[in-house]
């Protein structure tokens, strides 16, 4: 009998869902609009009803042991997303007790960049490892921290948020309330926006001038940089150096072992790990120099939300959420 798991990875516009084994191959998986029900009940009655269809499709042989769940504001203790901004129900949301409605099943939640961190920790290049970081890059970051083998919580459920940490005093406005968070300087939006006032700044010909900011995406800033445009290659030091300074920082506290950079803009390769990990170096306290690797997610990307929901459940199988 083969041992699965659900992976489900819940975002503002699409939902994923997965059926994965232990060796983290996913076997079979769908997906569903996330926006189409205004009633959160229909919505979980609609996932539970793919996760049967799924199960259907692989006929027997095959165990469910339980269904892992990533959400943006997802509280890994209660077990509920709490006042997710980009989602059409507001407030807070059991998810779990909405699931086992449907399944008499562990159903464990948390949010993306924790399910990502696990993922890391099973499947991917932090098999073995005890304390790391992991830190998604896309539209915004995300951050998961393990430290002993565990995902850090805190005493509330929402530890480990890097991307809110401030990184410039009266920086730009974040979606948060703050301003000059590291979100809104590392991510694929952090990156558009300093393109554009690197242009300004700059009087180097920009290879993307004749773009507006909703035209332009990371991706064509990194291929332009590939090409040798100056204002992208310092737009990339300019993140770069962000990013190194925070990780050093993190590193103050936590002495991982390794930094896994996962998510869109981390596929720019060695035009952002390479001054990062200068400008890391640079700023790392004398003890942890040179002892900490900054590495890619080892995660399949097209598959690393579901898997790294999944995750959820072996590492509840192993060992009980504590609070």
Request: proline content about 3%; some cysteine.
């Given at each position: 009998?083969?041992?699965l798991?659900v992976g489900?990875?819940?975002?503002?516009?699409?939902?994923?869902?997965?059926?994965?084994?232990?060796?983290?191959?996913?076997?079979?998986?769908?997906?569903?609009?996330?926006?189409?029900?205004?009633?959160?009940?229909?919505?979980?009655?609609?996932?539970?009803?793919?996760i049967?269809?799924?199960?259907?499709?692989?006929?027997?042989?095959?165990?469910?042991?339980?269904?892992?769940?990533?959400?943006?504001?997802?509280?890994?203790?209660?077990?509920?997303?709490?006042?997710?901004?980009?989602?059409?129900?507001r407030?807070?949301i059991?998810?779990?007790?909405?699931?086992?409605?449907?399944?008499?099943?562990?159903?464990?939640?948390?949010?993306?960049?924790?399910?990502?961190?696990?993922?890391?920790?099973?499947?991917?290049?932090?098999?073995?490892?005890?304390?790391?970081?992991?830190?998604?890059?896309?539209?915004?970051?995300?951050?998961?921290?393990?430290?002993?083998?565990?995902?850090?919580?805190?005493?509330?459920?929402?530890?480990?948020?890097?991307?809110?940490?401030?990184?410039?005093?009266?920086?730009?406005?974040?979606?948060?309330?703050?301003?000059?968070?590291?979100?809104?300087?590392?991510?694929?939006?952090?990156?558009?926006?300093?393109?554009?006032e690197?242009?300004?700044?700059?009087?180097?010909?920009?290879?993307?001038?004749?773009?507006?900011?909703?035209?332009?995406?990371?991706?064509?800033?990194?291929?332009?940089?590939?090409?040798?445009?100056?204002v992208?290659?310092?737009?990339?030091?300019?993140?770069?150096?962000?990013?190194?300074?925070?990780?050093?920082?993190?590193?103050?506290?936590?002495?991982?072992?390794a930094?896994f950079?996962?998510?869109?803009?981390?596929?720019?390769?060695?035009?952002?790990?390479?001054?990062?990990?200068?400008?890391?170096?640079?700023?790392?306290?004398?003890?942890?120099?040179?002892?900490?690797?900054?590495?890619?997610?080892?995660?399949?990307?097209?598959?690393?939300?579901?898997?790294?929901?999944?995750?959820?459940?072996?590492?509840?199988?192993?060992s009980?959420?504590?609070?």
């Open positions: 009998m083969v041992e798991a489900i990875d819940i975002g503002g516009t699409n939902t994923l869902i997965g059926l994965v084994n232990r060796k983290g191959e996913t076997l079979t998986e769908t997906n569903i609009s996330t926006t189409t029900h205004s009633n959160i009940e229909d919505y979980f009655a609609q996932i539970a009803q793919e049967q269809n799924l199960l259907t499709k692989l006929g027997e042989g095959y165990r469910l042991l339980g269904i892992g769940i990533g959400a943006p504001n997802g509280n890994y203790y209660n077990g509920t997303i709490e006042y997710a901004p980009n989602l059409n129900w407030g807070v059991n998810v779990v007790e909405l699931m086992q409605k449907h399944f008499s099943l562990p159903v464990v939640l948390t949010n993306d960049a924790n399910a990502a961190a696990l993922g890391e920790m099973i499947y991917g290049g932090a098999k073995g490892m005890k304390n790391f970081v992991v830190i998604t890059l896309g539209t915004g970051l995300g951050s998961g921290l393990v430290v002993n083998g565990d995902v850090v919580y805190g005493h509330d459920g929402f530890a480990g948020e890097l991307g809110h940490t401030i990184v410039k005093e009266n920086g730009r406005l974040c979606g948060c309330g703050l301003r000059g968070c590291m979100e809104t300087y590392v991510s694929a939006t952090g990156l558009k926006r300093t393109y554009m690197m242009m300004a700044y700059f009087p180097f010909k920009a290879a993307l001038s004749s773009k507006s900011f909703d035209e332009i995406t990371a991706k064509d800033i990194s291929i332009a940089a590939q090409n040798g445009d100056k992208a290659i310092e737009t990339f030091d300019f993140t770069a150096r962000m990013l190194g300074q925070k990780i050093a920082e993190t590193a103050a506290y936590l002495s991982p072992e930094v950079l996962f998510g869109g803009l981390a596929q720019s390769g060695e035009l952002l790990f390479a001054p990062t990990r200068k400008y890391m170096e640079e700023n790392m306290l004398s003890v942890y120099k040179n002892k900490i690797k900054l590495l890619p997610s080892q995660v399949d990307g097209a598959n690393a939300a579901v898997l790294g929901a999944s995750a959820l459940i072996w590492k509840e199988l192993e009980p959420r504590k609070k």
